[in-house]
């Protein structure tokens, strides 16, 4: 059976460029269509997933997708029940089809979405367009480098008002301000540079351990899994997020989190490996209290530590 789409392209980009907070929520609470008991659109973003392979820029990844979902589309169908290709006969249903299924993809597929993040992060974290804003943000640096944190922010203050969208101005003037001890200032910085690019790990991060100074648990949770939804080989949202669990006295539950951050840390000659082997003492030592030591050491052998 052959499936004529309209133009997909256009449907594509305009998928692929939604926020991040969108991508973030579509991954939490799918939408997509479900006929039958079988999941059309997202079992289309796993066949685009798989046949996407290498990717070398958005022109590129427009294309591939484009000729993937095709090929995804039709081998979907043809694999389905008499009913289901009776329903995708028409262009809308192959449309809405195809729509839900690049809502699907962006948070189903990880190279995808590692590939527009980094895109997109090149077009964000650049130097101004301004050399007046890109002399005040260097100047302040230096300040900022000798823990004279008023005097950087008053040059990072007059980079923004050069430049109101130069995100390392944004982000320093967030830390700054979180090294004063003004945590609710640094919190408006860095809310600001995730208004102007949602996945920035930097102010993620950053904001993320800002809500938890303040004990604002709920958003600092939301900062930190959006961090390891993006970033899932970055061990810093695993590791906040079991520093949230281990807060609130969830020690089995933080487990997990933890011991996935120390590993990456120790693959990859972390110094803050040291961190993560004080909070897997601290959970040890609290399990043990409770008698569930069997647990904590059921995890360690599945993910290879070694705890004495």
């Known amino acids: 059976m052959d499936y004529h789409y309209i133009q997909l ?47 070398e820029n958005m022109d590129s990844l427009e294309a591939k997708v484009d000729r993937c979902a095709q090929q995804g589309m039709e081998a979907v169908i043809e694999a389905s029940s008499d009913e289901i290709q009776e329903i995708y006969s028409s262009e809308d249903a192959v449309e809405e089809a195809i729509s839900k299924a690049m809502e699907s993809l962006m948070g189903s597929c990880p190279k995808i979405r590692k590939f527009v993040i980094q895109d997109r992060k090149q077009k964000f974290y650049t130097k101004s ?18 823990n004279d944190y008023k005097g950087a922010l008053k040059l990072y203050s007059k980079a923004l008002k050069s430049d109101p969208n130069y995100i390392y101005a944004i982000d320093n003037t967030g830390l700054a301000y979180r090294k004063m001890g003004d945590t609710k200032k640094a919190i408006k910085f860095y809310k600001k540079s995730l208004d102007i690019y949602p996945e920035g790990s930097f102010a993620l991060k950053n904001l993320g351990y800002a809500y938890s100074l303040s004990n604002d648990f709920q958003d600092a949770m939301l900062c930190y899994q959006k961090l390891a939804f993006f970033y899932p080989d970055d061990p810093e949202g695993y590791f906040g997020i079991g520093k949230l669990f281990v807060a609130t006295g969830q020690y089995e539950t933080a487990i997990d989190y933890i011991f996935t951050a120390h590993r990456i840390y120790k693959a990859t000659g972390s110094e803050y490996s040291t961190d993560s082997e004080k909070m ?29």
């Open 280 to 308: 897997i003492s601290v959970i040890y030592n609290k399990l043990r209290e409770q008698n569930k030591l069997d647990t904590f050491n059921q995890k360690a052998s599945e993910y290879g530590i070694n705890y004495n």
């Open 9 to 55: 392209p256009s449907i594509i980009m305009k998928q692929i460029f939604y926020t991040a907070r969108l991508l973030f929520t579509l991954t939490l609470a799918s939408s997509c269509l479900i006929l039958n008991g079988q999941d059309i659109p997202k079992k289309i973003a796993t066949e685009i997933c798989n046949c996407v392979d290498t990717l």
């Open 129 to 146: 367009a301004s050399a007046e804003a890109n002399k005040y943000f260097e100047d302040g640096n230096d300040l900022f480098g000798k």
